[in-house]
C-alpha cells in the first residue's frame, strides 16, 4: 500500500455556536485524487483551510506528507495550494508571478527562472508569460494559479474549486493537469468541486462533507454502492429494436417494462418484488435481462441502474443527511 | 490540447528544502517595491507631491523676495512638507498592505507559503518606507535652492531625513496594524488618514494662541508635532543640536512601539477572518 500522505483525524473547527468542521477524519495515500464533495456551505473550504494551516482547528489533528499539524512550516513547504476564487495581481506578467513564488520557497532568482518557463509550457501559457495577468481569461488563471501551486514540487496538492466559472473546455484542460499531477509527479491531490461527472473520472476516492460532517467516504464505486437502487434500470436501444427487446424482456417473470415518457428508445425496467424473479437477486434478474437483450442481437445503447452514478449518490446522502 | 505536466528538472522537493535563495523578506519586500514603483502607483504620489512642493518652493521663494518669510522659515516650511507627505504616503502604502491583500484575494495563497507572517509584515514595511526615501529625494533639489545660501541645507537634509525616517517607520507600522485588523480595505485607509490628521492638526495651530502647559503636553505627546518643533527649534530658532532632543522622545518611542507590536504582535493578526470565503 502507498504511504498516507494526507489524515486528518476528528479535525473540528468551531466558530462560536457554528460548526464548519465538525469530526471530519480521512485519509488519502500518495498519487491518489481525493475528491472532496458537498453542497455548499459543507465545511469543503474550511477543510481545506485547516489541512493547508491558515485556519487553526479547535479539535482534533491532521498530518500532511509525514508533517505533524503543529510543523506549520514543514507542510507548507510541501504543499501546493490553489484556493477557492483566489486573486492574481493583474500588473504582473504570468512569468513575474510564478518567479515571485518559487522565490518564496527558497529557489534562487535562476532556479525561478528557469522553474517559470517550464511550468507555463506544463500548463499551456508559454506564449503569455510576458504578459500582464490582467489580459489572461479565467481559464488562463487558474492555470496559472495550478502551475502556481506546482512551483514547490508539492507532496501534496489542495485545489478548491479549480474549474468554477470555466467553459468545458478549459474544465477538460485542468481535468488533464490534475490527473497528470497525481499521476507524473506522484502527489496526492485534495480536489473541491462541484462537478461531479469529472469527479468520477479523475478520482480514487470521495469525501462527501455536509453540514461540517463527513456523510460517506470511500472509492467512487463504494460510494456509488451505497446509494445504488438496484432493483431498476434504463435501458436504451434502437428506436426500431424497442419492441424487440420489450419481448426479450417480458419473458422473465418479476419484470415490468415501460417505456420512458417522451423518449421512446428508452425503456425503464423494474424487478416488481425484490426476490420474487427467477435470479436471487435484484441484480442478477437484471443481468440474465440484459443478456436476453443481447443474445437477441439488440445492440445496446446505454443500460444504466438507477442510482449509479455519482451525482445520484451526491444528492442521496447530502438529502439524507439533512433529513 | 492535452497538457502533461512532468516531474520538474528544478524547483523540485530537494531544491525547496535546500532553499538556496534570498530570505522570505526580502523576497517580499522586493516583490512589494516592484508593485509600487512599477504599477505607477509609487511614481504618480512622487508626481504628485514635486508639483505640490514645486508649488510650496515657488511661493516661499516669492515671500522671501518680498521679505515676507525669512530664508530659514522657508527650508523649514518646505522639510515639514516634505516629511509630511512622505510620512502620509508610508501609512497609506501600509494600510493597503495587508486588508488590500484580502480584498484582492491574494493574502491566502501568501499564508500557505513557508515564509513566516513576520517576513511578510517586514517585507511590506520596507516597502512602504521607500515611499518616504524617495519622497525625501525628491525634496533634496528644492532644499538646495533655497537652504545654500544659509548654510543650513547639510542640518536640514540630516534633520529631515533622521526625523522622517523615525516618524515612516512608526507610522508605517501603525498603517499595517490597522490594515491587518481591518477586513476592508477602505476602513483601513479610511482609518489611517483620520489618525494622520489628528496628528497633524496641532501643527496647523496658528502660533499666536496662548500655549500653556496643555498645549505643551499634548506637542510632545503627538509623534509628528514634536517630530517637526524639533526641526523647527533647529533650523529656525537655531539651538544647539541637543537642547531640544526631548522632542524625539515620542517619535522614536512611537516608531520602537509600533515597529515591535507589528513584528510580535502582527503575525497573529495576519490572517483569514471567519466568513471570508468560507466553505
Known amino acids: 500500500m502507498a504511504n498516507i500522505s494526507v489524515e486528518a483525524i476528528h479535525l473540528t473547527k468551531h466558530y462560536g455556536a457554528y460548526n464548519a468542521v465538525d469530526d471530519v477524519s480521512f485519509s488519502g495515500s500518495q498519487g491518489e485524487i481525493i475528491g472532496l464533495l458537498g453542497p455548499n456551505g459543507a465545511g469543503k473550504t474550511t477543510t481545506i483551510r485547516l489541512l493547508t494551516t491558515v485556519l487553526g482547528p479547535t479539535s482534533g489533528e491532521f498530518s500532511i506528507a509525514g508533517h505533524q499539524s503543529t510543523a506549520a512550516t514543514e507542510i507548507r513547504r510541501c504543499i501546493g495550494v490553489l484556493p477557492e476564487s483566489s486573486g492574481y495581481p493583474s500588473h504582473q506578467t504570468g512569468g513575474e508571478y510564478l518567479r515571485f513564488y518559487a522565490r518564496l520557497y527558497g529557489l534562487s532568482r535562476r532556479q525561478a527562472r528557469s522553474l517559470s518557463a517550464e511550468l507555463l509550457a506544463a500548463v499551456g501559457l508559454e ?8 489580459i489572461y481569461s479565467r481559464g488562463m488563471r487558474q492555470r496559472l494559479g495550478i502551475a502556481r501551486a506546482l512551483v514547490n514540487d508539492p507532496s501534496v496538492v489542495f485545489l478548491d474549486e479549480p474549474t468554477l466559472g470555466l467553459d468545458p473546455a478549459g474544465q477538460a484542460q485542468v481535468l488533464d493537469i490534475i490527473r497528470t499531477v497525481a499521476d507524473a509527479r506522484d502527489a496526492t491531490v485534495v480536489l473541491s468541486t462541484h462537478l461531479l461527472p469529472e469527479v468520477e473520472q479523475v478520482c480514487s476516492k470521495v469525501v462527501i462533507l455536509n453540514q461540517g460532517r463527513v456523510v460517506v467516504s470511500g472509492s467512487v464505486g463504494e460510494v456509488i454502492g451505497r446509494a445504488l437502487i438496484e432493483h431498476s434500470a434504463h435501458l436504451r436501444v434502437p428506436l426500431h429494436h424497442v419492441e424487440r427487446a420489450r419481448q426479450a424482456l417480458m419473458h422473465f417473470p418479476g419484470l415490468t417494462i415501460n417505456q420512458v415518457e417522451g423518449q421512446p428508445d428508452l425503456l425503464r425496467i423494474a424487478v416488481e418484488t425484490p426476490g420474487a424473479a427467477s435470479a436471487a437477486s435484484p441484480a442478477e434478474a437484471m443481468n440474465a435481462g440484459l443478456t436476453a437483450v443481447t443474445a437477441a442481437g439488440i445492440p445496446v445503447l446505454r443500460f444504466e441502474l438507477e ?15 439533512v433529513a | 490540447m492535452t497538457l502533461q505536466v512532468a516531474p520538474p528538472a528544478v524547483g523540485t522537493r530537494q531544491d525547496v528544502q535546500a532553499g538556496e535563495g534570498q530570505p522570505g523578506w526580502l523576497v517580499v519586500a522586493q516583490q512589494e517595491c516592484r ?15 514635486s508639483v505640490l512642493l514645486s508649488a510650496v518652493t515657488y511661493l516661499t521663494s516669492t515671500n522671501q523676495a518680498l521679505n515676507f518669510l525669512e530664508q530659514r522659515e522657508s527650508v523649514n516650511l518646505v522639510l515639514q512638507f516634505a516629511v509630511a507627505v512622505g510620512v502620509l504616503a508610508t501609512l497609506v502604502v501600509g494600510a493597503d498592505g495587508i486588508s488590500g491583500e484580502r480584498e484582492r484575494g491574494t493574502l491566502e495563497t501568501l499564508l500557505v507559503t513557508p515564509v513566516a507572517r513576520r517576513s511578510i509584515i517586514v517585507g511590506k514595511l520596507i516597502a512602504a518606507l521607500t515611499l518616504w526615501f524617495a519622497t525625501f529625494g525628491v525634496s533634496i533639489p528644492y532644499l538646495w535652492v533655497l537652504g545654500r545660501e544659509v548654510g543650513i541645507l547639510g542640518p536640514a537634509l540630516v534633520l529631515g531625513f533622521g526625523v522622517g525616517t523615525l516618524l515612516a517607520v512608526g507610522l508605517g507600522s501603525i498603517g499595517l496594524l490597522i490594515s491587518a485588523a481591518c477586513n476592508s480595505n477602505k476602513t483601513s485607509i479610511a482609518a489611517s488618514i483620520f489618525l494622520l490628521l489628528i496628528l497633524f492638526a496641532p501643527t496647523q495651530l496658528p502660533s499666536g494662541l496662548p500655549q500653556g502647559w496643555f498645549f505643551e503636553v499634548l506637542l510632545r505627546a503627538n509623534p509628528v508635532a514634536s517630530g517637526l518643533a524639533y526641526i523647527s527649534a533647529l533650523l529656525v530658532e537655531g539651538h544647539a543640536w541637543t537642547q531640544d532632543l526631548s522632542y524625539l522622545i515620542t517619535p522614536l518611542l512611537t516608531a520602537i512601539i509600533a515597529g515591535s507590536a507589528l513584528i510580535f504582535a502582527g503575525p497573529q493578526l495576519v490572517r483569514l477572518t471567519r466568513g471570508v470565503n468560507a466553505g
Open chain 1, 127 to 134: 506564449q503569455w508569460g510576458r504578459s500582464r495577468i490582467s
Open chain 1, 307 to 321: 442510482g449509479a452514478r455519482l451525482s445520484d449518490a451526491f444528492l442521496k446522502m447530502t438529502s439524507e443527511a
Open chain 2, 35 to 49: 508593485d509600487l514603483w512599477t504599477s505607477g502607483r509609487g511614481l504618480i504620489l512622487l508626481f504628485l507631491f
